[in-house]
């Protein structure tokens, strides 16, 4: 057991470091490029494998607050990324039962997340576990239940182009938060406030959500420009 908790281990850290790094690349390349579509897929596989082995090892040891959070965070992370990926096919198909069973799982691990954020605030207040889920259960939720939106609705025009790259950038973020504050105590004094750790958390998803959020503007003001005819 012990040896395939540290092959487990291993890997989920490499596919991790691998992500961080990969998922860069399609950031800042040709969008549509062969460059952006490999590296975005492998980066995608790095998500899942780094959500089955955050699942494996949160089942096969002890109990641990942070060990069941971060696994949380590993399942939000592979959502959006595969929402992100999923986006690209689904232009003319719409969501198929794969992505409708995918979101509506999601949504319950959401929920799960939110209840158990709320015992804890009932049991021991405004402490750094109970925001935490709460939040990121939360956040989890918004976009699960967008996507139960959007399989009822009509969608707005190139839908799929601002779901591919928001989704994969919010997983980027989210991978990023989990590096982070795993090596948070290596970073921060001994007697630094709780606060500070729960910042660690936090202050990532809200400067990415508005690099995001002004990407989607600047993505919609381009679409929605009128070029004016030339009037011989």
Known sequence: MKTLIISLLIIHIA???TALLVGLIP???K????LHNRTGLIYVYCMITVAITALLL???????MMRLFLTGIAVFSFYLSMTGW???????????SFDKGLTFITLMVSVGMIGFGVYLLALNGASFFPILFSFFGVLTLTFAGRDVKQMTQPTEKMHWFFQHFTRMG????????????TNLARIL??????????LG??????IGGMLIGRTVRYYKKKFSAVKTPVVA
Do not use: E, H
């Open 15 to 17: 596919t991790g470091f």
């Open 27 to 29: 950031m800042f390349s």
């Open 31 to 34: 969008k549509g490029s062969q």
């Open 58 to 64: 949160c089942g096969l040891q002890p109990f641990k």
């Open 86 to 96: 999923r986006a690209t096919k689904q232009k003319k198909t719409g969501p198929t």
């Open 170 to 181: 919010g997983s980027y973020i989210a991978t990023f938060t989990a590096a982070l504050v």
């Open 189 to 198: 004094p001994d007697n630094a406030p709780d606060w500070a750790g729960t």
């Open 201 to 206: 958390w936090i202050a990532p998803s809200i």
